[in-house]
């Protein structure tokens, strides 16, 4: 178990939390932890997909014939993000590295998509690709993958109306510490 201290931002990956579309944490809790810090323990899951998301990187790169940046960090007020990867002149990356799972994403649920359109918005990118990968027991290698393409012309207007008013809502109730 590790102690967390309060932070003076959140990320896209909070999004779904601050939304109400994650299951595995509540906007209240969320809150607490901004505020007071927080003992969490190191999730296997995550560890997984942090080992294995340079070799996913290559992976999109050799079938997309393309090259990805590593993403800078953006901030915009309280909201601090680094994407996986930038595309081009406009276009991103998220893998999703998946802890045992067998097949690829057939959709992108709500609580990634939060995360990707949060990203578009940051980077102020036209598409950004969620990269879903699952890997063979044995070889560890990439055993199917799916790769979804959002655009931000078919968010924006959810983004502006409803989740962003919702995320800034969040983040001026939060007693940041200083």
């Not at 953006?74 to 601090?80: D, E, F, H, N, Y």
């Not at 709500?110 to 598409?127: F, P």
Request: net charge positive; proline share 4%.
């Amino acid at each position: 178990m590790q102690y967390k201290p309060p932070r003076k931002n959140i990320g896209p990956s909070q999004f779904a939390t601050i939304l109400e579309y994650s299951s595995f944490q509540t906007p209240g809790e969320l809150k607490h932890e901004l505020e007071e810090g927080s003992i969490r323990e190191v999730c296997a899951a995550q560890t997984f997909g942090i080992e294995k998301e340079g070799a996913a990187r290559k992976y999109y790169e050799k079938i997309r014939a393309c090259k990805v940046i590593k993403s800078p960090w953006v901030r915009q007020g309280r909201i601090l993000g680094k994407g996986d990867g930038m595309v081009g002149e406009d276009g991103g990356l998220e893998i999703k590295c998946h802890w045992g799972r067998s097949y690829p994403l057939n959709e992108v649920p709500l609580y990634y998509m939060t995360q990707i359109v949060g990203y578009l918005w940051l980077y102020k990118r036209e598409w950004w690709d969620l990269m879903s990968c699952c890997y063979d027991k044995e070889t560890g290698k990439i055993s199917s993958h799916r790769i979804h393409r959002v655009y931000w012309k078919d968010w924006e207007n959810v983004w502006n109306q409803t989740w962003l008013p919702r995320i800034e809502s969040f983040i001026n109730a939060v007693e940041w510490k200083e």
